[in-house]
């Protein structure tokens, strides 16, 4: 009997990792049909650029999807950490000189600093969820408008060019074959696994985000482990609009507009559950993936912005729909 | 019993089974009209598979239902209350921001010809379902402004608007305090006196022993038997449940010995408004201090202020003479006192992770290479109490919430037994969980305290608060109205102090 159970437990792991899988597969093959080249290096390389910038948010998305919340200022924080790296590459700005170059102090510090602002900005999520009192939802919708809002105050709206070599090389460096952007998603995810699987802080997030009150009663502050997600989710949410700006080349407050959601979407696909408390970075990799895929097919078949949203959106639903086959509490489907 | 009963319910050679369990094996069952018939066995016997498809929520494998005498198949829980047959549930199903009386008409809500809903109508009919159980609750109340016992009544109240002639009452004991419950039994005594058949599903022997006339056994899934009560005695029943003989005061016979009163935790003057004020208590090491209480009396509150749980207005906490500032949880367990809540599910564990994870979580600190986490000493810490708690698991991955009561109750035991605590509170230890489980951990709690730890136990179980207790404190409406020696305490004097009188 205790075998039966085994093997039913096996065939269902191999099951929903197929599911998952097949779906990706499908994709590959539909866009190697449609788009011969699609498998070459080169696009590989290219696609694997395009995944990182929103890989960054959505590994903040994961931490934070795992303590049963939501951040929808993911996207607003990446425009804004633009807007103000390219706001410190050009400080002359506010003396009249636009298109030259005039760092407010080195290139690092700059980094290090627009890191610190969009952590800040996560961190002012977390304490209006839990000082507050207010729900997640609210609470970032509040954060997406005013961090949207400050990115076009600080830059007058305008599109500030021309970043330093240091700041493309985040988002344009090649390291041999492979983009640099790409190394450092990949290092995030590996460094946010471990953190997630082999340490305490990683433990007792996942038992936070399942059920504060036991966590609580089993001597886990969850008010820490909150705030401490969107801090986290404001850290990559910066980490992508320094990467970002240096791919455009600018500092833009009208980029990424939308894709809060489409990092929600990828962490949910790859599985991690909106109840909390199960799912993991790893999983969240496909979910990226097929979103980056599914958008780079549309654009390689010519498809227009405004009707590729359409089929996006219907894609979307299908994956959803497609990933939640196999899990209760998986997906986006009613437990 | 009178033999010419008629069988309103009968089922035959009932069969379920789910991927490798046979959860019920050639079952058979019968409810008479005007009889109480008691459905006994411990977790995962099949007592909650038998009433889910009776009640219409599971069909079965094989068998046959046969109600008035006559075949049915029951297609869904609505139909078979359509067909007359209510089950109320241990947890309530309700909507909380309904009224009484819209969750007592829920889906049938009296209407007008023109197909509205008729309020007044509905109101006046849920009084009247009220009063007949004479319960004092108005059906303009929000159900989730009432109390657990009032619900349930409530849920008594839908039974009897449905005309149900089989009641099926699922351990409505494990959510209500003696007074509420002995309210309940007057109620189901007047329902049998009206003919309809009762079905009584609980843990306790002595409900069964008083209030049932017939019980049926079962045992992994399969019959036991069908006695009536008056031709058994506990000792037969306890044997029929367990399938062996187990001695009731096993537990007893740990002497805690109490050589020196050297007190561990003492709480002076807390209080919390509106809640329970002036509470007074020393433990002592090596001593276990029980609190009995009614649901409501402030025991569970209190407990929950003593780790820091809930904040209360004022007092202090000293913990060995020193003065502790516990300002939460983690708080307390620093300064080694745990506290194992009263819900276990909600409170006390992870359903939806592992065994070996919910044992681990409190001390992963010592279960580390360096700073991460070594799963082989997580696997190694969490192995040696499955082993020495007997938890019943197939694995240390299974989810807890696949585990019966009683070896989640084990699970929530293990999280503090690996750490090195001073104090532990048990709110309500054994509730819901069966009976050989319960003296399980009845035996590992005296052995804590005879270990030198001090022992904080709430229960409402009176035998089990005289039989582990070197003291006594009895609160009522927020205050400890009686502190007893083992030796004085008596049921009777319990009761009384808990009802708010000083005893003669």
Known sequence: MKREIWQRLGQRIVFLNLSRYLALIILFVIASLLAPGFLSLQNVMNLLRSFSFLGFISIGMTFVILSAGIDLSVASILAFSGVVLGLFQHWGIYMGHVDKLSLIFPTPYIFFSVLAIGTLLGFVNGLVITKLNIVDFAATLGMMVFARGLAFAISGGRTIFNLDDLALFMGRGMVGAIPFVAILWVSAIVVCTVILRYTIFGKNLYACGENPEAARLSGINPIFYKIAVYSISGFFAALAGICMAGRLNLGEPRVAQGWELDAIAAVVIGGTSFAGGKGGIVQTILGVVIIGVIRNILSVLGILPDPQEMIMGLVLLLAVIFGSLGTRKGSLAHV | MNQQATTLLEVRNITKSYPGVLALDNVDFQVNAGEVHCLAGENGAGKSTLIEIIGGSYSKDSGKILLHGKEVEFMSPRHAQELGIAVLHQEIPILPHLSVAENIFLSRQPVSKTRFI???????????????????????????????????????????????????FDEPSAVLSSAELKRLFDIIKSLKKEGRGIVYISHRLEEIFEIGDRVTVLRNGKLVGTEAIEKIDRGTLIKMLVGRQIDESAGASIKVAQ????????????????????????????EILGIYGLVGSGRTELARAIIGADRPDTGEIILEGEKMRISSPRDAIRNGICLSPEDRKSQGLFLEKSVQENICLPSLKSLRNMLFLSYSKIAKYASAFVTRLRIATPHLDQYVKYLSGGNQQKVVLAKWLGMDLKVFIFDEPTRGIDVGAKEEIRILIKKLAQEGKAIVMISSEIPEILNLSNRIAVMHEGRIEGLLQREEATREKLMAYSMGAKAQ
Do not use: C, W
């Open chain 2, 259 to 286: 050589t020196k009163q050297v007190p561990a935790l003492e709480v002076r003057g807390l209080r919390r408004e509106g809640v329970f004020e002036d509470i007074n208590l020393t433990v002592y090491r090596g």
């Open chain 2, 118 to 168: 008729r309020y007044s109508e509905m109101y006046r009919q849920a009084r009247r379902l009220l009063d007949t159980i004479q319960a004092d609750i108005d059906p303009h109340t929000l159900l989730g402004d009432l109390p657990i016992s009032k619900q349930q009544l409530v849920s008594v109240a839908k039974a009897l608007s449905l005309e149900a002639r089989v009641i099926i």
